[in-house]
């Protein structure tokens, strides 16, 4: 073609190119020189695409306020990794520079002041370059030719993010931590309260709040995972290595596959985080962090602010307080806490007049650091002490006396099943606690609606009066559905009691609210108790089949509901509702029957069993103990559905009543808990300790009672515990559930039944969260403490009720029915 002819074709062309570079302003390069400088929308971006670096502006800050920063390319969502100038934004990014000035990458604001730079002494003498690498290091190195010689990398400074090839390092000459700090907010870049480095002279990590608070550990590098982050066993494309040498250790890792987008991020709320991008679904996928729960953050809630893991929101302020203006805790800033609404009067002003402050009584808390104790002789004077001194917020009483001087920190409110904490008061002025003499105005208004209100009252009060009755008839109803339950569940423990001591006779009938049978009735339906008939030996003798003339199918001994009884000479029966499927021990016990149990039907009769022990505790009218919970009291119907059964120990509480003293130990060996075993003290959370120990009984495949490996422990609880330390999760799986087990599955379940068969009760989860915790699908779990041993020496059922001896922290009893 002749373009002197038609020279509209090499006009179009060159347009297009010029239409192109004004839509695309990156630089087109990685690189910056001394003669090509970054500003504006310019960006560069790394060979391979896989990160670009510009000027950004934070979600939701002001739009003045722009940082030059780095983010990943390929993801769809600009997510910021690396962040330079993060304390002094500029606000015209048109009108600053990132540029090699003598000797450094310098950050020019719009009054060409220099606010960042890389802050070198000495340099190359050859011409410098910054370059941002394909793994997201951005360096600043020696432009000759063929030189690899690195001035300054990203790499050493990071900011928030710990990205694969980074280094978390502790250098042993300066003494100089590199740390990743969280930013201040999620609209401010600049450093946050929360830093994670390398403890110095070990292979863990720690969290500081405000450079120096450690709250958090993550216990030594054993070459796979933290020994006290577990998760990380299912994280299997991180290859994370520790390194130590005379100049410096340091943590670094890569990733088994690079086309995964996954870092390490320090976040806003105070905890460590795995994130990996997930393109399918345009979002970050959480793999683990730590501390797993939110109230476990140093100060999270800032200066009088209340932690509540239970609140959806965690924060709330303190009362006779409100947020900061800075802070509506809207997941952006923590730290700013709470304010005084109104201020105290304190000293002998309040004397003067008339006025005083007072104290907010706040139960079942966990303490703020920092108290200070003071020698008094009771509770009134501690307050006194407090009160009279100004710069006292609260005290509390206990065995001695504690007052807190000014900020409250670290305050949480804990569980009702926490029994750890004690009752803080506060300090507050008189009109935050009691309302203050209505005005005339006020007074007004008043009489007006109480006016209005009697008039409402008389127009509706025949209304009231047959609610009244109504209701009242309602809780007769309950009252008696509750007397009956109450009846029923103590006339099977009283039959079964009776029967124990060879004291149930034939006149015992009266008074017993249990259907009554003869013994002939009880031949006919079990075929005069034929063989074919025979199910098998329980504690108290045979166990029959039998079906009654009105069709209900009937059992003798370990089923799940107690129909009826008889008692004819030296014949003493009880008659239960029949469960083909027999006892859970039949099956997961045995060789051969365990073969029938998969891994999903053993995961859901965990799941049923902690179904059944929350109706017990928590939704049931009663609140029932069990105490004898075990494989063998675990019936399964025709669909291997779960059904407790054996409430002949089970013993009602009163609905706040978290546990009872007895002076007689009744159970079985090896499910019963310490404290009960030991002072007789059951709760709730005995019945937790004996699910623990049947949970793990499931999954292993082996009893603890009985369970004896001389080289390995003495007791089932404690072989899982070793191979949890040891990080051997898998070793403890029945083999016969190799082809069907989920991994995470088993690895939660080993990680529940540990928490519930911890030492101590308040250590151990209620029900209702351990089946929060199999339900969801959350992987931040508690990490458990050791647990209870015991020393297992038989496997037989005989009865005592004896107090064991307590050896080494090694319990030995005889076992109990």
Not at 320 to 346: E, I
Request: glycine share 6%; proline share 5%.
């Amino acid at each position: 073609m002749d373009y002197k002819k038609n020279p509209w074709p090499m006009m179009l062309s060159f347009l297009f190119i010029c239409l192109s570079l004004n839509n695309h302003p990156s630089l087109g390069v990685d690189t910056i020189s001394a003669d090509q400088p970054l500003s504006g929308d310019q960006t560069i971006i790394s060979n391979g695409w896989s990160f670009e670096l510009g000027f950004f502006t934070p979600d939701k800050s002001p739009r003045s306020n722009y940082y030059i920063g780095m983010w990943y390319k390929k993801n769809s969502r600009r997510t910021i990794v690396w962040v330079a100038n993060r304390e002094t934004p500029v606000s015209n990014r048109f009108s600053c520079e990132l540029r090699i000035s003598d000797g450094n990458l310098v950050l020019f604001n719009e009054s060409q002041i220099p606010i960042w730079s890389t802050n070198l002494s000495s340099t190359s003498s050859g011409p410098l370059e910054a370059v941002l690498l394909d793994e997201g290091n951005f360096v600043l190195r020696d432009g000759s030719a063929n030189s690899s010689k690195l001035l300054w990398q990203s790499f050493d400074n990071p900011t928030h993010t710990w990205l694969p090839g980074g280094k978390i390092a502790y250098n042993n000459k300066t003494k100089q931590n590199v740390q990743i700090i969280s930013w201040k907010n999620s609209e401010d870049p600049a450093p946050g309260p929360f830093a994670l480095e390398l403890q110095q002279n070990t292979s863990s990590f720690i969290i500081r709040w405000n450079k120096s608070v450690p709250y958090w550990n993550s216990g030594p590098w054993d070459g796979k995972i933290f020994s006290w982050v577990p998760e990380m066993s299912r994280n299997y494309f991180t290859n994370v290595s520790y390194v130590s040498n005379e100049n410096e250790s340091y943590m670094t890792y890569s990733l088994y596959d690079p086309s995964i987008i996954s870092g390490f991020v320090m976040d806003i709320s105070g905890q460590i985080q795995q994130l990996s991008w997930l393109e399918s679904t345009k979002q970050w996928n959480l793999l683990w962090s730590q501390p797993r729960t939110q109230c476990e953050v140093y100060a999270f809630c800032g200066p009088f602010g209340l932690c509540n893991q239970q609140s959806l929101a965690f924060c709330s302020c303190l009362q006779g307080f409100q947020a900061t203006s800075s802070n509506n805790w809207n997941l952006s800033d923590f730290s700013a806490g709470c304010a005084r609404k109104t201020s105290l009067q304190c000293g002998n002003d309040s004397l003067a007049n008339g006025k005083r402050d007072e104290f907010w009584e706040m139960p079942n808390m966990k303490f703020p650091d920092h108290p200070q104790t003071v020698a008094v002789g009771n509770s009134s004077e501690c307050e006194s002490t407090c009160l009279n001194n100004c710069s006292c917020t609260a005290y509390a009483y206990g065995h001695h006396c504690s007052i807190w001087i000014g900020d409250l920190l670290n305050l949480k409110q804990l569980t009702s099943s926490d029994t750890s904490g004690g009752t803080l008061y506060l300090k507050l002025a008189t009109s935050e606690l009691s309302i203050s003499p209505p005005s005339k105005k006020r007074m007004t208004l008043l009489l007006i609606s109480g006016i209005t209100s009697a008039i409402v009252l008389c127009a509706s009060i025949s209304m009231c009066i047959w609610q009244r009755k109504m209701s009242k008839r309602k809780e007769n109803r309950q009252i008696n559905e509750r007397n009956q339950a109450h009846r029923m569940l103590h006339s099977e423990s009283h039959v079964q009691e009776l029967i124990d001591l060879g004291e149930l006779k034939e006149e015992d009938e009266k008074g017993l609210d249990l259907p009554f049978y003869d013994l002939e009735s009880i031949r006919v339906a079990t075929g005069n108790f034929s063989d074919e008939n025979k199910l098998g030996q329980g504690g108290y003798g045979p166990v029959y089949k039998g079906k009654l003339p009105s069709g209900q199918e009937i059992a003798h001994r370990n089923l799940v509901r107690l129909h009826g009884y008889c008692i004819e000479g030296s014949e003493k029966i009880l008659l239960y509702e029949y469960m083909p499927n027999k006892s859970l021990d039949f099956f997961i016990f045995d060789q051969k029957q365990s073969m029938s149990l998969d891994w999903e039907m053993r995961f859901n009769i965990i799941l049923g069993i902690a179904r059944g022990i929350l109706y017990l505790h928590q939704d049931s009218r009663l609140r029932i103990i069990h105490r004898d919970l075990k494989t063998s009291n675990i019936l399964l119907d025709h669909k291997m559905n779960p059904k407790i059964s054996d409430f002949g120990l089970a013993r009602i509480v009163g609905d706040r009543q978290s546990e009872a003293i007895t002076s007689k130990v009744a159970g079985t060996y090896g499910y019963m808990s310490p404290e009960y075993v030991i002072d007789g003290i059951f709760s709730i959370k005995s019945d937790v300790f004996s699910f623990g120990v049947v949970l793990l009984e499931i999954i292993s495949g082996k009893r603890n009672t009985g369970f004896y490996k001389s080289e390995q422990a003495m007791s089932l609880l404690g072989y899982a515990w070793g191979l949890w330390t040891d990080n051997m999760l898998m070793d403890l799986m029945d083999e016969t559930l190799q082809d069907t087990c989920i991994a995470d599955q088993f690895v939660k379940c080993l990680n529940i039944g540990l928490l519930c068969v911890q030492a101590n009760p308040s250590d151990r989860p209620t029900l209702s969260i351990v089946i929060k915790m199999l339900d969801g699908e959350t992987v931040n779990l508690p990490t458990p403490k050791r647990p209870a041993f015991f020393i297992g020496r038989d496997q037989s059922s005989s009865t005592s009720s004896n107090k064991p001896e307590s050896i080494n922290e090694v319990t030995n009893s005889l076992e109990a029915r």
